[in-house]
């Protein structure tokens, strides 16, 4: 099994409607949950970052973390174009040593 | 600041070739990261430092070698490149629990190695 499972897609979605982006993981030790955002031929930039459980927002986006059902989720409201790419869940242990993503998300937003 | 820097860019192996990637950060970050990226797919982590002298494992480590005698530079080994080496690959860094926020990851802009 893997440690983070999440979801490739793709999804397609009409501007203006809200994502929402899953992981599942395995390991209860997780702690530090990250979701990176990755444009094409780019390197990852983080885009959420939340440590243990609840949930934290950001302008559009929306974190949640839920430790007792080991699933975390990204909320994207009122999507625009610009928000198409691909989007990875992430996440360690407290060391924040060892980090674990998810196989990534490719959103398309369409005008 | 540069932030995290690798080279090559671009390289084309042929099977049974070794290379060095190269790494290095000017944010004098504690932690450093190798990972690759297959076509489609997420991150798989190769190999880690949470400090100089110090390495481990990560998910797919065969095949590659890595070494940190310094806090700046993390070189990754691939001895006797294999055509499933292909990808491209990313070195990170983070200030890991000392400051900051731990875990948030500072990305190279990648390098594309192919092996025929």
């Known amino acids: 099994q893997k440690e983070v499972e999440q979801d490739p897609g793709p999804l397609s979605v009409p501007e203006g409607a809200i994502v929402s982006l899953n992981c599942t993981y395995s390991n209860s030790a997780f702690q530090y949950f990250m979701w990176y955002r990755q444009y094409s031929r780019k390197g990852p930039e983080l885009l959420m970052y939340t440590y243990s459980s609840g949930n934290k927002e950001d302008g559009r986006f929306t974190a949640q973390v839920d430790k007792s059902s080991k699933y975390i989720s990204l909320f994207i409201r009122d999507s625009q174009p610009s928000d198409s790419a691909t989007y990875l869940c992430?996440?360690?242990?407290?060391?924040?040593?060892?980090?674990?993503f998810g196989s990534g998300t490719r959103l398309s937003i369409r005008p | 600041n540069a932030g995290v820097t690798q080279t090559p860019k671009f390289r084309i192996l042929k099977i049974g070739q070794s290379m060095t990637l190269q790494c290095a950060q000017d944010?004098?970050?504690?932690?450093m990261y190798w990972y690759r990226q297959d076509p489609g797919m997420g991150l798989k982590l190769i190999y880690y430092s949470v400090g100089a002298g110090i390495t481990d494992k990560g998910e797919v480590p065969n095949g590659y070698n890595v070494s940190r005698s310094t806090t700046e530079d993390f070189p990754l080994r691939l001895e006797l490149a294999a055509p499933s080496q292909t990808s491209v690959y990313f070195c990170?860094?983070?200030?890991?629990?000392?400051?900051?926020?731990?875990?948030?990851?500072?990305f190279g802009e990648g390098s594309r190695l192919t092996v025929l």
């Open positions: 992430a996440m360690s242990d407290s060391s924040a040593s060892k980090i674990i």
């Open positions: 990170a860094s983070s200030y890991g629990t000392g400051q900051g926020r731990a875990g948030e990851l500072f």
């Open positions: 944010m004098n970050h504690n932690y």
